[in-house]
């Protein structure tokens, strides 16, 4: 955090978490406003207990995360950011949104970049990317014999998926990268709950889930299981999250200087 953030934070109404930098937080901090921030996409994830801490006290602030624009292009930044969205929802926080300024289908524009076009932080878009709760946990129910504990883990990891799959429901990743994304532990629940997604045809997979334990990257072996090919998962069209046009963020507009920088 800025030094000169820390009074802005004082009965804020809405907080930015910078996600792509310190350059983004200081320029969202340069329009007035609560603001922290990491100095890279995925360094958000700390420690739960940390997060815990940092944001225990806004639970009933909007919390807004502020990814670059590239995200419709580069699925891992849509990733973190749904991610660390999950992440805040499941320490209570009420209102996150994931926003970035808006995609021309040409050009990175990151909040710094959108800001130094004269543009407001209320003209960021929300993404909107959610799943029906309950659906997935309906779904499984009627499509199985299953104890209830099981079908609830299935409906939770198919609900998982669905957040970070791609609009036509296909998700490609690493066990290391699903692990996070099912909000797992351990890299064989990742095999097991594809397994029990699979037998009640909430995915086809096109592909194996043949797993090995430990895989080099570069010179280093990691004894970890992962895919002895990747497969590509793909979510039944019932179970798919639903991603609304964008929105803009809206909120009141920047208007004048002080002490060098803008205020509200």
Do not use: Y
Not at 36 to 57: I, K, Y
Request: net charge negative.
């Amino acid at each position: 955090m800025h030094p000169l953030a820390w009074e802005r934070f004082t009965n804020a109404p809405r907080v930015f978490f910078a996600i792509e930098g310190c350059i983004k937080s200081d320029a969202i901090l340069s329009a007035g406003v609560a603001v922290l921030g990491v100095p890279s996409v995925t360094l958000w994830d700390g420690p739960e207990e940390e997060l815990e801490a940092v944001f225990r006290q806004f639970r009933d602030e909007e919390v807004v995360i502020v990814a670059d624009s590239d995200w419709t292009r580069v699925p891992g930044v849509l990733t973190q950011a749904m991610l660390c969205r999950s992440a805040l929802r499941r320490l209570g926080l009420r209102n996150v949104v994931v926003a970035a300024p808006p995609d021309n289908g040409i050009d990175k524009m990151g909040v710094d970049d959108h800001l130094g076009g004269g543009r407001s932080l209320a003209a960021l878009d929300v993404i909107d990317r959610e799943v029906h709760h309950g659906r997935a946990l309906e779904w499984l129910a009627n499509r199985n014999g299953w104890r209830k504990d099981k079908t609830w883990r299935a409906a939770q990891l198919a609900e998982c998926l669905a957040l970070h799959a791609d609009p036509d429901g296909n998700i490609s990743k690493s066990m290391r990268s699903l692990a996070p994304i099912m909000a797992v532990r351990h890299h064989s629940r990742v095999g097991r709950g594809m397994h029990d997604l699979l037998e009640c045809e909430a995915i086809i997979v096109d592909g194996s889930l043949s797993a090995l334990q430990g895989t080099w990257h570069g010179n280093h072996f990691v004894r970890e299981l992962e895919w002895e090919n990747r497969p590509i998962i793909t979510l039944h069209p019932d179970l798919r999250a639903e991603t609304l046009p964008p929105r803009r963020l809206g909120g009141r507009e920047v208007r004048h200087m002080k002490n060098g920088l803008l205020a509200a």
